[in-house]
């Protein structure tokens, strides 16, 4: 099982569990995550939901093979339909990041409501390496918490950032030795299950609800361009390089 997911004492646990492709995240990986995060939705007896990955790696992103093979077409390919339920949760998303958190591995975290950090986290949103453009509504949010500059600086170049400047920029609430993070997250979560469910429930939606129409809108137009550009030569490009192991070649293109 490439996500393992478990109900425990109020928290649903969502892991990451493809190691040996560093968490690489297939159609059928977020299939499996929008299925367990409706079900959340439904169930009284969840009453948070913690993200996971492993001690080495949160998730390397997007499977690049799986982005080839499948490209997302539209609004109901299950990449969007997992941001779609994510950026809807009613319940609150907690984080536990450590290791290597790429693409969508970071963007998923501007919709978790507590975000934890290993000290050996490392973040990256290469969208442009890979002539891509950001998704999650991470063009709107990262500029929004962050300031324009630095959400330029990592979404226009994409380099990796450590989890001291991610909890600097606002994208992580707190920075732990590694061998802490889960635990803590596992009691952040549990704080929040103990608390009154109404209370939670109508707290997260008074501080998102004002902004779900333009986070919509902004996925909806993140989407369009970002499937066009998977179908262009840059990206090809790009996915070829990294499987070839190799720097790629934009000169050609304008
Ligand atoms: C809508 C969402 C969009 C996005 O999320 S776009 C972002 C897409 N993601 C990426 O571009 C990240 C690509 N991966 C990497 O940059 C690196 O990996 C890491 C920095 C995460 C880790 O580097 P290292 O520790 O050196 O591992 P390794 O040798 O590169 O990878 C081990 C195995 O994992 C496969 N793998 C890693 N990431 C992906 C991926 N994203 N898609 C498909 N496969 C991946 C490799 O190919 C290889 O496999 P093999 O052992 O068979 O050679």
Redo the contacts with the bound molecule.
């Keep these: 099982m490439d996500i393992l997911t478990s109900k425990e004492n109020g928290i649903l646990t969502i892991e990451f569990n493809r190691l ?3 968490n ?2 297939t159609a059928a990986m977020y299939q499996t995550m929008v299925d367990a995060l409706k079900d959340a939705e439904s169930d009284s007896a969840v009453r948070a939901i913690l993200f996971t990955g492993k001690p080495q ?1 949160f998730s ?8 080839m093979k499948n490209r ?1 077409t539209g609004s109901d390919s299950p ?1 969007f339909q997992f941001l779609w339920q994510i950026s809807h949760a009613s319940k609150p998303l907690v984080a536990a990041v450590a290791g ?1 958190a ?4 970071t ?1 998923l975290l501007m919709h978790c409501d507590l975000v934890y950090a290993a000290d050996n986290a490392r973040f ?4 442009t ?2 002539g ?1 453009c950001p ?2 509504a991470s063009s709107l949010i990262l500029p929004q918490i962050a300031g324009y500059q630095r959400a330029a600086e990592k979404l226009l170049l994409g380099e990796a950032f450590t989890a001291e400047e991610a909890a600097s920029m606002g994208l992580v609430n707190k920075v732990l030795p590694a061998e802490e993070l889960l635990a803590f997250a596992q009691a952040q979560a549990a704080k929040l299950v103990a608390l009154p469910a109404a209370s939670i429930r109508v707290t997260k939606r008074l501080m998102k609800g004002g902004q779900t129409a333009e986070v919509e809108a902004r996925m909806a137009q993140e989407i369009e361009h ?1 499937g066009a550009m998977l179908a262009a030569p840059e990206a090809a490009e790009a996915f070829t390089a ?2 070839e192991r190799r720097k790629p070649d934009f000169s050609k293109f304008c």
């Design positions: 040996e492709k560093k690489a995240i790696i390397a992103g997007n499977d690049l093979e799986d982005f997302p990449v290597a790429v693409g969508i591995g963007t990256s949103m290469p969208f390496q890979l891509l998704e999650a970002f990294f499987f």
